[in-house]
C-alpha cells in the first residue's frame, strides 16, 4: 500500500494528508475547491516548518514530505490509481454517501475506502458501494500529525482482512489504533460530547461563567483544555452534528444537543474557525489568547 488519496483539505483532511505524505506514502489530496487546496498545503508547510524547528524533522525530511503530496481538484483522476482513500469530507451523511457512490465507480476493485466521520454508521457508508467487505473507518484524532490515536471502525460487513490491514497501516504512520464497534459516536465522542454538551448546559442554566466552567475542568480534572474551549477548536457546528446524529441514532434525550448550542451554532458562532464561539478569537483580541488566560 503505497498510493494514498485524501478527500477534503480542511483541517483534517491536510492533517491526514501531512502525516501520511511524512512517512514516505504517495498522496493524492483532493477538494473541489482550489483555495482550499492552497489554504491546505499552506497549512502543512507552516506545521513542517514547526517541525524542522523543534527538530523533529530535518530540512530534507520536510522538503520530501512537500514532494509526496499532489493537489487536485478532480476526484476520479485523484482516486483511480489508490490503494487506499481517506474520506474527510464536512460531517454530513448526504455528502459522504455521495462521495462514496462515485468511489465505487472510480476506484480499482481492491482498493480500501475509509472514513475519518466522527460519528457517522461505516455501516450505512458502505450501503452505497458494492465492497463493503473494504470500508472502514479510520478516525483520527485533531491535530491529526501529533495525536497517536486513531478509531479504526469495522462496519457490519467489513472483512478481517481489511481491518488487520488498516491496523497495521495506522501502525506504520506512528499511531496507536484501536478497534472499536460501529455505533453512533463510537467511543471517543460518545463519551466526549455528552461532556461538552453538558458543559453547556451548565453554562446555559447559569451556574457558572464560561472561564469558571474551563478552569473547573482544567484544574480539577487535570483535562489539557476545557470542554468550552475544546468544543471552539473542534467547531461549535461540528459538535452539534456529532450529538444530532447520536440522538437520532439511539434516540435517547441525553444526546439531545443543548439550545444555546443549537442557537450559537445558528448565529454563525463556530468557534476558532468563524472567529468567535465560547470565546473571542477576532484579530482584536489576539492578544489574549485562550491559552494565556488559562496558562496556570
Given at each position: 500500500?503505497?498510493?494514498?488519496?485524501?478527500?477534503?483539505?480542511?483541517?483534517?483532511?491536510?492533517?491526514?494528508?501531512?502525516?501520511?505524505?511524512?512517512?514516505?506514502?504517495?498522496?493524492?489530496?483532493?477538494?473541489?475547491?482550489?483555495?482550499?487546496?492552497?489554504?491546505?498545503?499552506?497549512t502543512?508547510?507552516?506545521?513542517?516548518?514547526?517541525?524542522?524547528?523543534?527538530?523533529?524533522?530535518?530540512?530534507t525530511?520536510?522538503?520530501?514530505?512537500?514532494?509526496?503530496i499532489?493537489?487536485?481538484?478532480?476526484?476520479?483522476?485523484g482516486?483511480?490509481?489508490?490503494?487506499?482513500?481517506?474520506e474527510?469530507?464536512?460531517?454530513?451523511l448526504?455528502?459522504?454517501?455521495?462521495?462514496?457512490?462515485?468511489?465505487?465507480?472510480?476506484?480499482?476493485?481492491?482498493?480500501?475506502?475509509?472514513?475519518?466521520?466522527?460519528?457517522i454508521?461505516?455501516?450505512?457508508?458502505?450501503?452505497?458501494?458494492?465492497?463493503a467487505?473494504?470500508?472502514i473507518?479510520m478516525?483520527?484524532?485533531?491535530?491529526?500529525p501529533?495525536?497517536?490515536?486513531?478509531?479504526?471502525?469495522?462496519?457490519y460487513?467489513?472483512?478481517?482482512?481489511?481491518?488487520?490491514?488498516?491496523?497495521?497501516?495506522?501502525?506504520?504512520?506512528?499511531?496507536?489504533?484501536?478497534?472499536?464497534?460501529?455505533?453512533?459516536?463510537?467511543?471517543?465522542?460518545?463519551?466526549?460530547?455528552?461532556?461538552?454538551?453538558?458543559?453547556?448546559?451548565?453554562?446555559?442554566?447559569?451556574?457558572?461563567?464560561?472561564?469558571?466552567?474551563?478552569?473547573?475542568?482544567?484544574?480539577?480534572?487535570?483535562?489539557?483544555?476545557g470542554?468550552?474551549?475544546?468544543?471552539?477548536?473542534?467547531?461549535?457546528?461540528?459538535c452539534?452534528?456529532?450529538?444530532?446524529?447520536?440522538?437520532?441514532?439511539?434516540?435517547?434525550?441525553?444526546?439531545?444537543?443543548?439550545?444555546?448550542?443549537?442557537?450559537?451554532?445558528?448565529?454563525?458562532?463556530?468557534?476558532?474557525?468563524s472567529?468567535?464561539?465560547?470565546?473571542?478569537?477576532?484579530?482584536?483580541?489576539?492578544?489574549?489568547?485562550?491559552?494565556?488566560q488559562?496558562s496556570?
Open positions: 500500500m503505497k498510493n494514498i488519496a485524501i478527500i477534503g483539505a480542511g483541517t483534517m483532511g491536510n492533517g491526514i494528508a501531512h502525516t501520511f505524505a511524512q512517512n514516505g506514502f504517495n498522496v493524492n489530496l483532493i477538494d473541489i475547491s482550489e483555495a482550499s487546496l492552497k489554504k491546505g498545503i499552506a502543512i508547510t507552516k506545521n513542517l516548518d514547526r517541525q524542522v524547528a523543534k527538530e523533529v524533522l530535518t530540512e525530511q520536510k522538503n520530501n514530505a512537500l514532494l509526496n499532489k493537489l487536485l481538484t478532480d476526484l476520479r483522476e482516486v483511480s490509481q489508490a490503494d487506499l482513500v481517506v474527510a469530507a464536512s460531517e454530513n448526504k455528502i459522504k454517501l455521495d462521495i462514496f457512490k462515485n468511489l465505487e465507480e472510480f476506484c480499482q476493485p481492491n482498493t480500501i475506502l475509509a472514513s475519518n466521520t466522527s460519528s454508521s461505516i455501516t450505512q457508508i458502505a450501503s452505497t458501494t458494492k465492497r467487505d473494504k470500508v473507518g478516525h483520527f484524532m485533531n491535530p491529526v501529533v495525536m497517536k490515536l486513531v478509531e479504526i471502525i469495522s462496519g460487513s467489513t472483512s478481517k482482512a481489511t481491518l488487520e490491514t488498516i491496523t497495521k497501516l495506522a501502525e506504520q504512520l506512528g499511531k496507536a489504533p484501536v478497534p472499536v464497534n460501529d455505533y453512533p459516536g463510537f467511543v471517543a465522542n460518545r463519551i466526549l460530547m455528552p461532556m461538552i454538551n453538558e458543559a453547556v448546559e451548565t453554562l446555559y442554566n447559569g451556574v457558572a461563567g464560561v472561564a469558571e466552567i474551563d478552569t473547573v475542568m482544567k484544574l480539577g480534572m487535570a483535562h489539557p483544555m470542554p468550552l474551549q475544546l468544543a471552539d477548536f473542534i467547531g461549535l457546528d461540528v452539534l452534528a456529532i450529538l444530532e446524529v447520536m440522538y437520532e441514532g439511539f434516540k435517547n434525550p441525553k444526546y439531545a444537543p443543548c439550545p444555546l448550542l443549537v442557537n450559537m451554532v445558528r448565529a454563525g458562532k463556530m468557534g476558532v474557525k472567529g468567535e464561539g465560547f470565546y473571542d478569537y477576532s484579530e482584536s483580541r489576539k492578544a489574549e489568547t485562550v491559552a494565556n488559562f496556570s
